[in-house]
């Protein structure tokens, strides 16, 4: 089934233990899509300003990546981010951003782009996650990420958007900071009151739960990778990997949900190998469904 993304396209700058990569290749929509077209292909909506350095067609270029819907201002700059990462790299210090493009209004959406069934709300404000979603026909499932500055300036708006959506997916830090809870398993129950049938909530190196209004739930640990370079993109790969084969299954039940999750585990275990997209982008289907069975294994008792 189709499958569509809308996010951000970045020029990032990433310091880590491992080194220092200047204006490099970044956004949520682009590491999702380099995830994602492992599965499915994917229709990429996104905007880039007259600055971007970078050329997505060479970028994508033997993936299943539909780039009609990439938007160029030539009178606006890409969105930039600086930041860095110390000790067990868990979290990102924002050093530098400019929203740039993402300050102003959301792309329009081809009309070869309306009737997706899979449709993936990538990071950016919660307003115009909405704005872009009414564009759109009667999509099957629709998921949706966030962070921290939305849940602080634009809940009211981000509470509007999960009451539209079908999965949320964001991170501890975040469920916590949305719900006012410690435990997950209370904060994950609070987050389905909002709207949303399904919640995963990321936990980096320990892994990722998901809990559905029927009351299951799924625990799963991170992918074992013995050295992580760069952590930036990691999220959105997962869920490119989680988006991906459940639009390939083509249906989305708990069997589907539980494997896309692993399928998303290991998707990010490539992204955090490398700087920028290329720990994704160099991994083919065949290494990541070793991966798949890897980690299949590892956690059968």
Not at 177 to 192: D, M, V
Not at 264 to 286: K, L, N
Request: aromatic content about 8%; proline content about 4%.
């Amino acid at each position: 089934m189709s499958l569509l993304v809308t996010g951000s396209i970045g020029i990032d700058t990433v310091r880590t233990p491992y080194g220092y990569n200047k204006e490099c290749l970044g956004g949520s929509a682009v590491h999702f899509s380099m995830s994602a077209s492992h599965f499915a292909k994917v229709k990429f909506l996104g905007v880039v300003g007259g600055d971007c350095p970078f050329d997505l067609a060479e970028t994508f270029r033997g993936r299943d990546v539909d780039l009609e819907g990439l938007e160029l201002r030539k009178g606006s700059k890409t969105f930039r981010w600086a930041g860095s990462y110390e000790g067990d790299m868990n979290e990102a210090r924002t050093d530098a951003v400019e929203l740039n493009v993402l300050a102003e209004a959301p792309p329009s959406v081809p009309d070869s782009y309306r009737d997706c069934e899979f449709v993936f709300l990538a990071n950016t404000a919660p307003l115009l996650q909405i704005q872009l979603l009414e564009q759109f026909g009667s999509p099957t499932f629709v998921a949706a990420d966030t962070m921290n500055h939305w849940i602080v300036t634009e809940k009211d708006d981000l509470l509007d958007l999960l009451d539209r959506i079908d999965l949320l997916v964001l991170n501890e830090g975040e469920a916590k900071l949305l719900t006012g809870q410690r435990n997950l398993i209370t904060a994950a129950k609070k987050i389905l009151d909002l709207g949303p049938r399904v919640v995963i909530i990321k936990k980096g190196e320990h892994g990722a739960m998901m809990y559905d209004a029927q009351g299951d739930i799924f625990l799963l640990p991170a992918y074992p990778t013995p050295v992580v370079i760069d952590p930036t993109g990691a999220g959105d790969s997962f869920a490119g990997g989680l988006m991906g084969y459940l639009a390939q299954a083509g249906t989305v039940d708990l069997i589907s949900l539980r494997n896309a999750m692993v399928y998303g585990t290991v998707t990010a275990s490539f992204a955090i190998g490398d700087f920028s997209i290329y720990g994704i982008q160099s991994a083919t289907r065949e290494m990541i469904d070793e991966r798949f069975d890897m980690l299949r294994k590892v956690t059968q008792f």
